[in-house]
């Protein structure tokens, strides 16, 4: 009886511990950070009211819309915001804590996507200007960021994304914007971290490379292809094989997201408003669902009920896409009803999007360890008695 009592003691205070942690992860919130290049700024929106918290000035001149960020990630930790600059080639590095500038550095023309490696020793820079990608080398504990390797690359690298063990990075190459045959340019790319070198290449999948994402096992790679070519492929991130290529079926095929259950990857086309939804075990087209005005960076909340996609509406001046009574700011998508539900209007020209949870509330892993130790050692007294 004694042991049943010690073992109820036990495994009520640890199952009481983690449903409190959980609640309060529950209950810690998120913001929703914008890099707006028609701004020069990084904007800050509260997850609960929608409503801008914090703005964070990128220029650097004294002129409008010069810096022009652009793409916008968090460290693996969200401790650090990292925020690719296309007008000054620059990425400038946000402590999201205290929403200040800690490093601006230069990196190459054009810097397009700052993307960290899963582990969190680097940060890749996509320079479509320079044909690079550049290497910083990041300590987020000690909050030390120092320019490493200078990367060559084929025509226009775009995005990349790293491969789940932080060895590989696959690249997409925007290619050579004047070729008569765009599907005779363009690109996907794979680097060895290692090596610091480019060790194989898709050639010709099209101009406009664009964006890259990986599987939730880790197991694929996913790339796609804008206008007017508009084709996405998937990759065994084991053997570098190609695996698939097909439609996106929607025009501009831009950003792209992958459900929380790994099931799903959703495709954004920014001239059409429309998101295409396709499996990413069969590669089947599985729907489409509106959503406006020119949808292109996405990331979901926490808990992936709710996904944020930037709207570009009318910001570029001569954007064939562009409508009248375009709307610029960020779509919210329930993402079990597949739908657009509210849009938050913001002036400028918004781009990068990504969540940062809000940490702060719950018990560190060390608290934890501790408290179910504790808990141990109780359960085996009440045994001796």
């Known amino acids: 009886m004694r042991t049943f009592n010690a073992f109820v003691f036990f495994l009520a205070m640890t199952t009481g511990v983690m449903a409190w942690q959980t609640a309060s992860a529950q209950a810690e919130g998120f913001e929703i950070w914008v890099a707006n290049q028609g701004l020069d700024k990084v904007q800050v929106l509260d997850g609960r009211t929608?409503?801008?918290?914090?703005?964070?000035?990128?220029?650097?001149?004294?002129?409008?819309?010069?810096?022009?960020?652009?793409?916008?990630?968090?460290?693996?930790?969200?401790?650090?915001?990292?925020?690719?600059?296309?007008?000054t080639g620059t990425v400038t590095i946000i402590d999201a804590k205290t929403q200040k500038i800690v490093a601006q550095i230069p990196t190459g023309k054009g810097a397009h996507a700052p993307v960290p490696s899963p582990n969190g020793q680097r940060v890749f820079v996509a320079n479509p200007g320079d044909n690079t990608v550049t290497e910083i080398l990041t300590d987020t504990r000690r909050g030390i960021f120092q320019v490493g390797r200078t990367i060559p690359t084929g025509t226009r690298p775009i995005c990349l994304m790293f491969t789940a063990d932080s060895k590989k990075a696959y690249v997409s190459l925007g290619g050579d914007p004047k070729a008569e045959d765009l599907t005779k340019t363009g690109g996907i790319e794979v680097i060895d971290v290692d090596q610091g070198k480019v060790v194989k290449r898709f050639e010709n999948t099209g101009k406009n490379g664009c964006g890259v994402i990986r599987s939730k096992d880790g197991r694929k790679m996913f790339a796609n292809v804008g206008e007017p070519i508009d084709k996405w492929m998937a990759f065994d991130t084991k053997t570098d094989e190609m695996l698939h290529v097909g439609s996106t079926e929607v025009k501009d095929a831009h950003a792209m997201w992958i459900s929380p259950n790994g099931k799903e990857l959703w495709i954004f086309g920014r001239q059409e408003n429309q998101v295409a939804i396709f499996s990413t075990a069969t590669y089947a087209k599985m729907g489409t669902f509106s959503v406006g005005d020119r949808p292109d960076i996405a990331d979901a909340t926490p808990d992936g009920k709710l996904l944020f996609a930037a709207l570009r509406g009318q910001a570029v001046t001569g954007d064939p896409h562009a409508h009248s009574g375009s709307t610029a700011g960020v779509a919210v998508i329930e993402v079990a009803n597949k739908k657009q539900v509210q849009t938050i209007s913001l002036a400028g020209d918004p781009h990068g999007l990504a969540v940062r949870p809000l940490r702060a509330a719950g018990l560190s892993a060390s608290v934890l360890l501790l408290l179910a130790l504790v808990g141990l050692l109780v359960a085996l007294l009440v045994l001796k008695r």
Do not use: C, W
């Open 50 to 87: 929608f409503q801008i918290i914090a703005e964070m000035e990128l220029d650097q001149d004294g002129q409008p819309a010069t810096s022009k960020p652009h793409m916008l990630l968090f460290s693996p930790n969200y401790r650090y915001a990292y925020v690719a600059n296309v007008g």
